[in-house]
Structures are given as structure tokens and as C-alpha cells.
């Protein structure tokens, strides 16, 4: 009973002040969409206590859409979101300087019935497409390019109808789309059924521009000011992201996510945990990534201005 005191007394005395030390941690408040990819990323960081390890807490700040996400950041209402480094890079020369660290290779698929023709950018002509988002989304924007390229306006040689993936997926699976271009996790639901298969991705269209594949299209994004005043915080997130990526890899953590996924079957869960893997980026963007990138950046900008490389010095101050 003595002993049992003793270590009664001990916890008492150490876990108030473990819990002051913990909630005095300085906070990075980070946008997410409360059904995107980097919520499972997030969430595991919070999960593993990765942010306390690496000397923070994460505050995950719900947004509706990726517009209220980049207002968010431009507001300085949240210290990082998940965007596309072509938007990073307008800002970075309107004179809003932002930093990248490097997301997902992965954003959209071209998803079409499993006895479908439609094997090429050339097959879109004349064809129902879906296009999840708007006109502003990068994977429109990578389509549009690369078609262009081959001498093919899209938007005038097919019926292209935008939209939200979920809308666009029931539209597809009723028969009146040919074609889904549709973010990568709405595309493995739709391939784990059996029922559809991919045309085209990102990948290959990016290749069709000239970009690496392994390019990451998306990163987290932060103010390069934000950096600069918080650089060993801007560390431990790096750091924290990365770990996350590492512990991923593995298949425990994601029993964990499970819920934010939202599925109800083992394939649709196994096809969206292999498509994040599959998408995991490099943590430094190699010289050949930053070159392809260079050199597609006329086809994504349609404006003379060089492409800003210190976007991609990540949280170097």
C-alpha cells in the first residue's frame, strides 16, 4: 500500500506539469478538407503524437473547398495548406512569397467503363467528359495543356461538364459521362467496383507536357514571412510530415484513419491506402523534377515570367 502511494503521490506531482508542458506547446494551425487525402496524413500526426515530438501541437482548421483554403492561408487565418505549387508560384511572383513541401504525386485520374475505347488524350474528342471541380483545377488545367500541344482544343471538341466528384460519379456510373476526370481517391472508389477502369492519369499527362512523373504536384504551403519568423517550428512540421509518411507505409495506422475514409468494403479501403502510397513523394525534388517543371511552366502560366524556383526551398528560411 506504501508503494502504491508513493506512485500515486508521483503521478499527481509530474502529470500536471506533463500537461502544462503539452497544451504550452506552440500551435501550427493547418487548412485541410475535412474528406481530402491529407486528412488521413494529419490525422496520424495527431494520432502518433508526431507533432508533440517534434515540439508543437497541430490544429486542424476545417475548410469547405480549396478556394477557402487559399484564401485561408492568405488571410494568415492558417499557417499551411495543401494546394498545387502552379497557384504557389502566381502568388510567389504577385509578390506573396510562399514555400512548398512536397504532398502527393497524385491528383486526378481519367476514369471510363472497363469496355471503353478511350485509351488517349486524342479518344476525348467528341466524348461526354466530367471534370471534378472547375476550370481552375490542376488536372483540367494539365488535360487542357496537354491537348493543346497535339493541336486539340478540349474545351470546343468535347461536352465537358464540371462538377462535384461525388455528383460526377453517379452521373458515370449511369451512363451519361464517357469519361470522369476526377480526383485520384474518387477514381480508386470507382475502379475497386470493377466496373470502370483508368484511361489516363495525371501522371501520363503531366509526361505528355514535359513534367517528371514524379514531380508532387501538391505540398503543404506556408508564407515564406511564416517561415522565416518560425524556422524550428516549420522544422518540426517538415520533420513530422515526413515520419507520417514513413509510419504509412505500414498497415496499423491506417485502422486508425479508417473512419475518415469513408468506406464500407475491404477494396475500395485497400485501392485508397495503395493510391496514397503510390503517390508518396520524394523529400527533395531532384534537379531533373525542377527542370521538367521549368519547362512546362509556359503551358500551365500562358505568361512569359520566369517560374519562381525558391518556391521549392521548402521551409529554408
Do not use: C
Not at 99 to 108: A, D, K, L, V
Not at 181 to 203: D, I, P, V, Y
Not at 256 to 282: I, K
Not at 287 to 304: C, G, V
Amino acid at each position: 500500500m506504501a508503494t502504491l502511494f508513493r506512485i500515486l503521490i508521483l503521478v499527481a506531482l509530474y502529470l500536471p506539469a506533463a500537461l502544462y508542458a503539452d497544451d504550452d506547446l506552440p500551435r501550427v494551425k493547418v487548412g485541410m478538407l475535412q474528406f481530402g487525402t491529407a486528412h488521413w496524413e494529419l490525422a496520424h500526426i495527431q494520432n502518433a503524437g508526431l507533432d508533440r515530438k517534434h515540439g508543437y501541437r497541430l490544429e486542424l482548421m476545417p475548410l469547405a473547398n480549396s478556394s477557402a483554403g487559399r484564401l485561408a492561408l492568405t488571410a494568415g487565418n492558417v499557417d499551411w495548406i495543401v494546394a498545387d505549387w502552379v497557384w504557389a508560384a502566381e502568388r510567389t511572383l504577385q509578390g506573396a512569397p510562399l514555400r512548398f513541401i512536397p504532398f502527393s504525386t497524385r491528383i486526378g485520374e481519367i476514369i471510363v467503363p472497363s469496355d471503353s475505347s478511350i485509351a488517349s488524350i486524342a479518344d476525348l474528342r467528341g466524348k461526354r467528359i466530367g471534370v471534378a471541380g472547375g476550370p481552375q483545377g490542376k488536372s483540367w488545367q494539365l488535360l487542357e495543356a496537354a491537348a493543346a500541344k497535339q493541336g486539340i482544343d478540349l474545351a470546343d471538341s468535347a461536352d465537358i461538364s464540371f462538377g462535384a466528384p461525388p455528383l460526377l460519379s453517379r452521373e458515370l456510373e449511369a451512363g451519361r459521362l464517357d469519361a470522369l476526370l476526377t480526383f485520384w481517391h474518387f477514381a480508386a472508389r470507382l475502379e475497386s467496383s470493377g466496373q470502370f477502369k483508368r484511361a489516363l492519369s495525371a501522371a501520363s499527362i503531366s509526361q505528355a507536357l514535359g513534367l517528371d512523373s514524379q514531380l508532387p504536384m501538391l505540398g503543404y504551403l506556408a508564407s515564406e514571412e511564416w517561415i522565416t519568423e518560425n524556422q524550428e517550428l516549420a522544422e518540426g512540421f517538415a520533420s513530422s510530415i515526413y515520419e507520417a509518411k514513413h509510419d504509412l507505409r505500414a498497415d496499423q495506422p491506417w485502422q486508425e484513419v479508417r473512419s475518415l475514409m469513408r468506406v464500407d468494403d475491404e477494396a475500395a479501403f485497400t485501392a485508397l491506402r495503395q493510391g496514397y502510397r503510390s503517390g508518396e513523394p520524394e523529400s527533395h525534388l531532384s534537379e531533373a523534377m525542377l527542370e521538367s517543371a521549368e519547362r512546362a511552366w509556359p503551358f500551365l502560366r500562358h505568361q512569359d515570367k520566369p517560374l519562381p524556383m525558391v518556391l521549392f526551398s521548402g521551409v529554408a528560411p
